[in-house]
């Protein structure tokens, strides 16, 4: 069954530094990939997806993530880090029995410091 | 425009008690899926509808649990009984097709037993 792997709970960068978020996938077949963001009290949105077209992909507010077959990962990165990227991060995986079904991690809690 | 809305935002219930949380998705989307989130975990799924019906109910906990979409708009999950493990964020959203991967989130519903 697929899974999906978020290496720490919680990541603290300072503002400026890089940020990096690790998600590691298991499935059997080619995985559609996800990262959401959720900011307190507020419903998911979605930062970008992987479908099978580029493994870079760029999406909004200057984050990026690539997807690596070989290392099954898709992790999660931005240059510079901005105060107000600090949220809870999700990376979510395709299921392998339903198209429509998305398997979530467990989430990284991203910390800014001033 | 109007995004996913839920109602109640915050319900607290006495444990016996029966709850009904409302979904609105976005107008003209075909796919309505529910998740459950607790305490420091990511989302999990419950439930997905095309249209009125119901195509995935895998992840519903128990029978207390049951959803309905009876005119292929509005979606309501009620809880039978509820039980202190049903405390969680009860998350909707929506995407505009079936193969529609970009799901819209509602800012969820927190559900408290007591």
């Known amino acids: 069954a697929q899974s999906v792997t978020q290496l720490g709970s919680h990541v603290s960068v300072s503002e400026g530094a890089l940020v990096l978020l690790r998600c590691n996938y298991s499935?059997?077949?080619?995985?559609?990939l996800f990262w959401y963001v959720q900011y307190p009290n507020q419903g998911l949105q979605l930062l970008l997806k992987?479908?099978?077209?580029?493994?870079l992909v760029k999406g909004i507010n200057g984050f990026e993530a690539e997807f690596k077959k070989s290392e099954t990962s898709f992790h999660l990165t931005k240059p510079s880090a901005h105060m107000s990227d600090a949220a809870e991060y999700f990376c979510a995986v395709t299921s392998d029995s339903s198209a429509s079904k998305i398997i979530f991690g467990s989430g990284t809690r991203l910390s800014i410091r001033p | 425009g109007a995004g996913v809305s839920q109602s109640p935002r915050y319900k607290v219930a006495k444990r016996g008690q029966d709850v009904a949380l409302r979904c609105d998705p976005i107008?003209?989307?075909?796919?309505l899926f529910w998740y459950q989130q607790a305490l420091g975990q990511g989302p999990e799924f419950l439930t997905y509808?095309?249209?009125?019906?119901?195509?995935?109910k895998s992840g519903l906990p128990s029978d207390r649990f049951f959803a309905e979409r009876p005119e292929g708009s509005v979606s309501t999950l009620k809880i039978q009984r509820t039980q202190q493990e049903d405390s969680a964020v009860y998350l909707c959203?929506?995407?505009?097709?079936?193969?529609?991967?970009?799901?819209?989130f509602g800012p969820g519903t927190r559900l408290t037993v007591t």
């Open positions: 107008s003209g989307h075909v796919s």
């Open positions: 499935s059997s077949v080619p995985p559609y």
């Open positions: 509808f095309q249209n009125e019906a119901q195509l995935d």
């Open positions: 959203a929506s995407s505009l097709t079936w193969s529609s991967y970009e799901q819209y």
């Open positions: 992987y479908t099978s077209a580029a493994t």
